[in-house]
């Protein structure tokens, strides 16, 4: 009887030895993906250059986390020298942990300010019980950050917004703003005087969730956005994974498209000039064929859309 049972400790601790080591391989991959798309997206853009001093905020949250951790690596690969200086804007919230970020950011030695701006009780005050705060919250953050990153002479501006978020600014701007406006990886501030940049603009929200359960990173809530159900990015957002859902491949065709521009062929007269188009007699690539091939005519799969009904709160 002993011999057998010892046997299937042996079995149970191999499987378990096997279950850790394909974890660490798919933990491996996974952070070496990030670092790829991650530098990508920093050479596609030339986000950071040599002697900046790069502004990393964290708000407590998955995507900033993920972030610096990823920035950190990068900077000790890169064939370029530059800083990295974290910054957290303490808003005052209820119930917010404020020793967690320091004592984070002092195990990895890193340079860190924490600004403190009692933001929550304006955003409180003034916006209605029930409204979405995200906009007169996301204006004060900035224009505080805009400062901070002027008094630590702060080169880059650097934000953790990733492609999900990009995407679904697409849509809000489209669906709510009548416009075809996103969120882009690189660009300057309303000020003129930053350039804010987006190192995550090809990383899915799907892989920072799993890189900070890896990571163990000490998540804060957010007490003011997290907690509103109402919110139209929220829509967004399930409108998109309804899409991934029945029609894999279309969010990834849709976040192409954001960066293969036709501007001959919307209604944008600013971008094209409709008015001085003249028969040249010369063949061109994107002129109009008369009847294009229906982008739908190889399959019988009905477009989904959900709709979205007009929020009596205000905008993101």
Same mark, same amino acid.
């Given at each position: 009887?002993?011999?057998?049972?010892?046997?299937? =400790?042996?079995?149970? $601790?191999?499987? @378990?030895?096997?279950?850790?080591?394909?974890?660490?391989?798919?933990?491996?991959?996974?952070?070496?993906?990030?670092?790829?798309?991650?530098?990508?997206?920093?050479?596609?853009?030339?986000?950071?250059?040599?002697?900046?001093?790069?502004?990393?905020?964290?708000?407590?949250?998955?995507?900033?986390?993920?972030?610096?951790?990823?920035?950190?690596?990068?900077?000790?690969?890169?064939?370029?020298?530059?800083?990295?200086?974290?910054?957290?804007?303490?808003?005052?919230?209820?119930?917010?942990?404020?020793?967690?970020?320091?004592?984070?950011?002092?195990?990895?030695?890193?340079?860190? /300010?924490?600004?403190?701006?009692? $933001?929550?009780?304006?955003?409180?005050?003034?916006?209605?019980?029930?409204?979405? *705060?995200?906009?007169?919250?996301?204006?004060?953050?900035?224009?505080?950050?805009?400062?901070?990153?002027?008094?630590?002479?702060?080169?880059?501006?650097?934000?953790?917004?990733?492609?999900?978020?990009?995407?679904? $600014?697409?849509?809000?701007?489209?669906?709510?703003?009548?416009?075809?406006?996103?969120?882009?990886?690189?660009?300057?501030?309303?000020?003129?005087? /930053?350039?804010?940049?987006?190192?995550?603009?090809?990383?899915?929200?799907?892989? @920072?969730?799993?890189?900070?359960?890896?990571?163990?990173?000490?998540?804060?809530?957010?007490?003011?956005?997290?907690?509103?159900?109402?919110?139209?990015?929220?829509?967004?957002?399930?409108?998109?994974?309804?899409?991934?859902?029945?029609?894999?491949?279309?969010?990834?065709?849709?976040?192409?498209?954001?960066? =293969?521009?036709?501007?001959? /062929?919307?209604?944008?007269?600013?971008?094209?000039?409709?008015?001085?188009?003249?028969? *040249?007699?010369?063949?061109?690539?994107?002129?109009?064929?008369?009847?294009?091939?229906?982008?739908?005519?190889? *399959?019988? =799969?009905?477009?989904?859309?959900?709709?979205?009904?007009?929020?009596? $709160?205000?905008?993101?």
């Amino acid at each position: 009887m002993d011999a057998p049972a010892a046997h299937a =400790t042996q079995a149970d $601790t191999g499987l @378990t030895a096997r279950q850790a080591e394909k974890a660490a391989y798919e933990n491996n991959k996974l952070h070496k993906r990030l670092c790829r798309l991650v530098g990508q997206a920093i050479g596609d853009f030339n986000m950071i250059e040599e002697g900046d001093r790069v502004m990393v905020c964290l708000s407590g949250g998955k995507d900033s986390y993920a972030l610096l951790d990823i920035l950190l690596t990068l900077r000790e690969r890169a064939p370029i020298n530059f800083d990295i200086v974290a910054v957290n804007l303490d808003q005052k919230q209820p119930n917010f942990p404020e020793h967690v970020l320091p004592a984070y950011l002092r195990s990895l030695d890193v340079p860190f /300010h924490i600004e403190t701006q009692d $933001t929550y009780s304006i955003v409180k005050r003034v916006i209605p019980e029930g409204k979405t *705060t995200c906009s007169l919250c996301s204006r004060l953050r900035r224009g505080i950050l805009y400062r901070v990153a002027d008094e630590l002479g702060a080169t880059k501006i650097a934000l953790g917004h990733h492609r999900d978020d990009i995407m679904e $600014t697409f849509f809000l701007n489209m669906f709510f703003g009548s416009k075809l406006k996103g969120m882009p990886p690189k660009l300057q501030s309303d000020d003129g005087r /930053h350039i804010v940049i987006r190192p995550l603009a090809y990383v899915r929200e799907s892989d @920072t969730e799993r890189y900070a359960a890896l990571k163990n990173f000490p998540i804060i809530p957010c007490d003011l956005c997290g907690s509103q159900e109402n919110l139209q990015r929220k829509q967004i957002k399930g409108m998109l994974r309804e899409w991934e859902k029945k029609f894999p491949g279309r969010v990834d065709n849709i976040f192409s498209s954001l960066s =293969t521009i036709v501007p001959s /062929h919307l209604m944008d007269r600013s971008l094209f000039d409709f008015a001085k188009l003249e028969v *040249t007699g010369l063949p061109l690539a994107d002129g109009d064929i008369a009847f294009d091939e229906s982008p739908c005519a190889t *399959t019988n =799969t009905p477009v989904n859309i959900i709709q979205l009904q007009p929020q009596t $709160t205000g905008g993101d």
